[in-house]
């Protein structure tokens, strides 16, 4: 089994909602996002074409990029946490890949370079 991972980045502004301190102000950040996806290799050696992993995720970062998340329909429900939106970019991207023959793996979502969260299905 294989592990390929692809990394893209969105900016863009948040505020948490349910939560005290300082993050219940508006402020932004870079965020950094790694997919990581699981297969085997098909008859050319490869698992997936990068090129196909980078765009789905390039797809769906930008209906995350320069935008004010709390506005985003699925924000509207889910409080715009870091560990949401890793949920919001996992469940596109594996909507994404659904004709291709790899599972997601993991994403992994960067707030800062110090902190990130990981979402995962598979345990
Ligand atoms: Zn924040």
Same mark, same amino acid.
Request: hydrophobic share 35%; with cysteine.
């Given at each position: 089994?294989?592990?390929?991972?692809?990394?893209?980045?969105?900016?863009?502004?948040?505020?948490?909602?349910?939560?005290? &301190?300082?993050?219940?102000?508006?402020?932004?950040?870079?965020?950094?996002? #790694?997919? =990581?996806? +699981?297969?085997?290799?098909? *008859?050319? &050696?490869?698992?997936?074409?990068?090129?196909?992993?980078?765009?789905?995720? #390039?797809? =769906?970062? +930008?209906?995350?990029?320069? *935008?004010?998340?709390?506005?985003?329909?699925?924000?509207?429900?889910?409080?715009?946490?870091?560990?949401?939106?890793?949920?919001?970019?996992?469940?596109?991207?594996?909507?994404?890949?659904?004709?291709?023959?790899?599972?997601?793996?993991?994403?992994?979502?960067?707030?800062?370079?110090?902190?990130?969260?990981?979402?995962?299905?598979?345990?």
């Amino acid at each position: 089994m294989f592990e390929l991972t692809v990394i893209g980045y969105f900016s863009g502004a948040h505020r948490l909602r349910k939560y005290k &301190g300082k993050c219940e102000k508006l402020h932004g950040h870079n965020w950094k996002v #790694e997919v =990581v996806v +699981s297969g085997e290799v098909d *008859k050319s &050696g490869i698992v997936l074409d990068f090129t196909i992993l980078k765009q789905y995720l #390039e797809n =769906v970062l +930008s209906t995350l990029d320069h *935008k004010y998340l709390n506005s985003i329909p699925y924000f509207k429900k889910n409080n715009p946490s870091s560990e949401n939106t890793a949920i919001y970019i996992f469940s596109r991207i594996k909507k994404l890949l659904i004709n291709h023959n790899v599972q997601v793996k993991k994403v992994v979502v960067w707030e800062s370079e110090q902190q990130c969260v990981s979402y995962t299905e598979h345990c």
